[in-house]
């Protein structure tokens, strides 16, 4: 793991959802600036497998077993990771899940799918992982969340509005830790290439290629578009940085 950027040694991050994907992206990036990384998942396996990767190119990682949508799971995680590696020092709330579908055709069994995950998992995560940073100035929390939660997803209501609260909550959250000197920031990234996406567009025929019309840059994202963006407010660089959402998208919301 050879980088030339070093804004993160010594630090000591968590990156939930980080068996595959976006996660797994932002894990990489965060170990090559030399953090310390938790992979955090549900998906055990992928988890081990990509703290295994880390491992294998130098970086000091570790694998945890994460449920978001529980608060106490995260409490256990947040233990862990301190045992593990250390004190945390970077939070990143990147673990989401979407299914597209007419918002009249859900039903609350998919509403609380949703929001279980994509909003409820970001609070239980600052729950019990920023009372262990107040004392670290400098710690940075990140959320992913994602332009359809600024311009509203066809077929994604539920979803664009979790991210939507993702928004509003990383601004709130931002002006409460401001005393601790700790930074909460947000990714929103536009189509980005990884399972999930692929799972989406696979099922609708012709849905990559519409979306892609009205991406300026014309290609889809990757996972390394948005760790870039993370790793920068989750260094010193952005520590005049906070509340704010910075889109990854191609320039398809502006
Ligand atoms: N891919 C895109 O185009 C896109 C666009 C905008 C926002 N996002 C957001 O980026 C983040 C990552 O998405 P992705 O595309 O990499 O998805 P992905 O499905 O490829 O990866 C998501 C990871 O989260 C994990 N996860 C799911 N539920 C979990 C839970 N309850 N607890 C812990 N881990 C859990 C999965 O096991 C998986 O490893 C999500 O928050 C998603 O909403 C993605």
């Known amino acids: 793991m050879a980088s030339e950027i070093t804004r993160l040694k010594g630090k000591v991050a968590v990156v939930t959802g980080a068996a595959q994907g976006i ?43 994460l449920d978001v949508t529980s608060l106490k799971d995260a409490k256990a995680a947040a233990d862990a990771v301190e045992r593990q590696l250390g004190p945390v020092d970077i939070l990143v709330n990147n673990a989401g899940w979407d299914k597209v579908q007419h918002f009249l055709d859900t ?42 939660g600024r311009s509203g997803g066809v077929n994604d209501a539920v979803y664009s509005g979790c991210k939507g609260a993702v928004m509003s ?49 014309r290609r889809k994202g990757l996972p390394e578009d948005i760790a870039a963006a993370v790793a920068y407010l989750a260094s010193p660089d952005a520590d005049y940085v906070t509340g704010q959402i910075i889109s990854v998208n191609g320039g398809m919301a502006m």
Request: charged letters at 20%.
């Open 23 to 65: 996660g797994r992206g932002i894990a990489m990036r965060l170990a090559e600036e030399g953090a310390k990384v938790a992979v955090a998942d549900i998906n055990e396996s992928g988890a081990a497998k990509t703290a295994a990767e880390l491992n294998a190119a130098g970086a000091a990682a570790c694998a945890i077993r």
């Open 107 to 148: 039903d609350e069994e998919l509403w609380n799918r949703l929001i279980d995950i994509n909003f409820r998992g970001v609070l239980n995560c600052v729950k019990a992982f920023a009372p262990r940073m107040l004392t670290r100035p400098g710690s940075k929390i990140i959320s992913i969340a994602s332009d359809a």
């Open 169 to 217: 909550f990383t601004k709130a959250l931002a002006r409460e830790l401001a005393r601790y000197q700790i930074n909460v920031n947000a990714v929103a990234p536009g189509v980005i290439d990884t399972p999930l996406s692929q799972a989406i567009s696979g099922g609708i025929p012709g849905y990559m290629d519409r979306l892609m019309r009205v991406v300026p840059l």
